[in-house]
């Protein structure tokens, strides 16, 4: 390792650090191997991997470190490596500055980071951050076509069948492209469909399951579901910023029988993003905790008005204390 990493200090120096020779030293260390076993395959890979790695730290111009990094991500995920790379996303942000990389470059390296953070479930999560930057570097007054159009609705539809709190991830991907860059293909209904999921009401969706049947049996989106969730979200957005909520309050929204809150209430609970306490006797659901869904300019408002007084009273506290000490 110590010597090969010598020689290639002294051919970069020599050779000038030109495109061709990088390419050179890439096709070398991921040259085929004779036969191995099974063991000797994986030790070959995992030192061919930490060999690209070398290489990049000594490389000093910025397209070619992008060039590299994206063959090591590739190369992690095509050699069963991927956990071995997962830290280095966290620079993704530093190397688009860094190296002044373009539109082009931007959505090839978050498309690779993307694509290895997907293979281990522990950093799914982490993925969605990657397939939004990639969606952003799109013209949001061009139509999507081609790869950026298939990832596009992946990513929505992945969305939309998300768990019922990842209300976070559905925004965030929603602000992502435009209307105007759906237009022509079924990127559009399913975009209207995260709308509503996001902004809507439960009468939106039904408008909207109702016109497009066709769209939601396509990409396998259970209608019923769909306005099952759109119950408990409705749920949530009525809780937002409340204490207390009644019973007849919730039947309303639902428009469900009154019998049925308590269901439609163990629910949201039961899919965690709403903590109750309910009163049988007062008909009433006293609110403990809630994932917000939107956050409105009212609740700022709120917020700083209940910071403003601790901080008034934490003040008051302070200044009790210090008279204390001094007697």
Not at 55 to 62: E, I, K, T
Not at 110 to 115: A, N, R
Not at 133 to 160: P, Q
Not at 166 to 174: D, G, I, S, V
């Amino acid at each position: 390792m110590g010597c090969f990493q010598g020689i290639m200090a002294v051919m970069l120096m020599n050779s000038v650090e030109t495109k061709e020779t990088v390419q050179a030293f890439l096709n070398a260390i991921l040259s085929k191997s004779g036969e191995l076993t099974e063991e000797e395959t994986i030790n070959r890979n995992q030192l061919k991997l930490k060999i690209l790695v070398t290489l990049f730290n000594m490389l000093s111009v910025g397209e070619l470190k992008y060039e590299t990094i994206v063959m090591i991500f590739r190369y992690a995920i095509d050699t069963n490596q991927s956990e071995a790379v997962v830290p280095y996303h966290t620079y993704a942000e530093q190397w688009i500055e860094k190296w002044g990389l373009d539109a082009s470059q931007i959505q090839g390296l978050s498309i690779i980071i993307y694509e290895s953070l997907r293979v281990s479930p522990t950093t799914i999560s982490n993925s969605h951050v990657f397939m939004r930057k990639y969606l952003s570097t799109f013209d949001k007054t061009t139509v999507l076509s081609g790869e950026g159009l298939d990832r596009a609705l992946s990513s929505f539809i992945e969305a939309i069948k998300a768990p019922l709190g990842a209300f976070e991830q559905r925004k965030l991907l929603l602000e992502c492209i435009s209307a105007d860059q759906t237009k022509g293909s079924d990127l559009s209904a399913i975009y209207a469909l995260l709308s509503v999921i996001v902004n809507g009401t439960i009468e939106e969706y039904k408008s909207f399951a109702s016109s497009n049947g066709a769209v939601l049996a396509t990409y396998n989106l259970d209608s019923s579901t769909l306005e099952e969730n759109m119950k408990l979200l409705a749920v949530c957005r009525l809780a937002n910023g409340r204490e207390k909520l009644s019973y007849h309050e919730v039947s309303e929204a639902l428009n469900v029988p009154y019998e049925d809150v308590e269901l439609w209430v163990v629910n949201t609970i039961a899919q965690g993003v709403l903590e109750v306490r309910m009163d049988q006797v007062e008909q009433t659901i006293t609110v403990t905790k809630t994932i917000q869904n939107v956050f409105e300019v009212g609740q700022w408002v709120e917020l700083q008005e209940k910071l403003n007084k601790l901080k008034s009273s934490l003040s008051s506290l302070k200044d009790e204390m210090t008279k204390g000490t001094t007697k």
